[in-house]
C-alpha cells in the first residue's frame, strides 16, 4: 500500500480549496448584480387597440429599463397625453432581483377622422402613411381628448418643411367645440397661396364639360380649399346633372397638384360618374288627406317623358308645402323615393307626405302697451282667435295693429308658440320703443 506523505496531502488539499474559491469568485464576478429597480417583467393589458409592442415603444419601457417611481409616471403621462386610452394605471411588485410592472389600460371609444385642406403636395394617403410613421399610436383617427391633435399639426409642418414648404398648419375639431358634436378634425396650411389655374372633369361627357368648366371658372385664381371646392361642387356642379335627368351623378373628393415641381398653383381634378339620363314615367303620392292628388301634382312642373329634373322637384316640393302652411299644417314635409327602371333610363317618383297637426291659432299675449291700447290689439286678434292657423292671416293682423292710433311708431317683436300636444298656437306681441 502506498501512503502520501503528509506534506504532499496537505498541499493538494489546499490546492484544490483554492481552486474552487477562485471559481467562486469568478462566477459571483460573471453574476449581474441584482437591482431591485430594474424591470426584470412587463406587461400591458387591456387594450385592443395596440399591441404591447407598440405602447412599449411609445412609453419606451423594455424589460431592463428604469423601474423607479418617476419614470413609470413618465410613461403613464405619455399614455394620457395620446389620449387613446380612458383610463389607464400600473402596479408593481418590487424584490431584491428587480420589479415586475402591469400596465391597465382601458382604450378611448371614441375618434374621429382627419381631413387634409389645402395639403396639394402630397396625398392624403401619403400624409397618413408619414403621420403614422411619426406620431405615436396614430392609426388614422384622433381622439378628442390629449395632445395628439397638436402632435399631428406639429408633425404636418415637419413633413412641408421637408418638402420646402415654409408653412404654418392648424388643426381643428370641425362640428363644435363640445366633443359630443365633433365629427372630425380638420387641418389646413396657413401662410401659403395655392391659387388654381386650371380644373379637370375626368368622365365627364363633352357637352356637360363645357357646362362645368364655365360654372367653376370662378374658382380660377383663388386658393385651393378642399372643403370650399366640395361644397361647391354640390351645389353648383352637381346641380348641372340633376337639372337634366342626371339623377345619380356623382362627384368623387377634389384631387390637387402643383401645376409643376417648385410650383404653389394647382390643376384640381374632379372626376364625375354621370350614370345614365333618366326621364319621369310617373309620380305617385301617398300620405296626403287635406290636398287631394290632383291638387299636389298641378303644383309640379315635372311631366312624363321629361328628364327628371330634381331641382325642380325640390322647388315645387316648397310650394306643396307652403299650400299645406296656408290650411294650417305647419309642420307638412314631403319625402321623395325614387324607383329606377334602369333598363328604360325612366325613374318613378313616390313622394310620401306628412301633414301633422292641424294648427289654430289661440291666446294672444301683449307687452308694454297701455291697457287701452292693449285691449284694441286684443280686439283685432279675437278675429283670428280659433281661426285654422295661415301665415298671410297673421301677417295681415299685424299691419293691422300698426294702424291702430298711436302704435305706428312702436318696433314689435312677435313670438309664436306652437304647441304640438294640442294644435294651438300661442301668440307674444312685445312693443317697445314709443
Known sequence: MLVMPRTILLFALLACSSFVLAQNHAARAQSPTPDPYKIIALEFRGSTRFTSEDISAATGLTVGSDGHEENLQQALQVLSESG?????????????????????????????????????????????????????FFRGQVPGVGHMSDQIAEQLEAILKEKGVQAGVEGRPEGGIDSSKITSYLYTVKGVH??????????????????LQQRSGEKLGRDYSVMELTDFTHRELLTIYQRRGYVQAKFSAPQAQPVAPGENAV?????????????LREVHWEGNTAMDAAQLQASLHLKPGEPANLIQLKFDLQVVQG????????????????????????????????????????????????????????????????????????????????????????????????????????????????
Open 194 to 211: 395655392t391659387p388654381i389655374r386650371k380644373f379637370e372633369f375626368a368622365g365627364a361627357s363633352p357637352a356637360l364639360e363645357t357646362l
Open 84 to 136: 387613446m386610452f380612458r383610463d389607464m394605471k400600473y402596479t408593481g411588485t418590487t424584490s431584491y432581483l428587480g420589479k415586475k410592472v402591469t400596465f391597465i389600460l382601458t382604450d378611448e371609444k371614441t375618434l374621429y377622422p382627419l381631413r387634409f385642406d389645402n395639403f396639394v403636395w402630397l396625398s392624403e394617403s401619403d400624409l397618413l402613411a408619414e403621420l403614422k410613421r411619426r406620431v405615436p
Open 267 to 279: 390643376i384640381v381634378r374632379l372626376a364625375v360618374a354621370e350614370g345614365s339620363c333618366y326621364s
Open 323 to 434: 299650400a299645406y302652411k296656408k290650411l294650417g299644417y305647419l309642420d307638412a314635409a314631403a319625402k321623395v323615393d325614387a324607383e329606377y327602371d334602369d333598363a328604360a333610363a325612366k325613374v318613378d317618383f313616390r313622394i310620401v307626405i306628412s301633414e301633422g297637426k292641424l294648427y289654430h291659432y289661440g291666446p294672444l299675449h301683449t307687452e308694454g302697451l297701455s291697457e287701452e291700447q292693449g285691449a284694441l290689439v286684443q280686439s283685432q286678434w279675437q278675429k283670428l282667435s280659433g281661426a285654422v292657423a295661415d301665415p298671410e292671416l297673421l301677417r295681415s293682423f299685424t299691419v293691422g295693429v300698426r294702424l291702430i292710433k298711436n302704435l305706428a311708431s312702436y318696433k314689435i317683436q312677435m313670438r309664436q308658440m306652437k304647441n304640438s300636444a294640442d294644435g294651438v298656437i300661442s301668440l307674444e306681441l312685445i312693443f317697445t320703443g314709443n
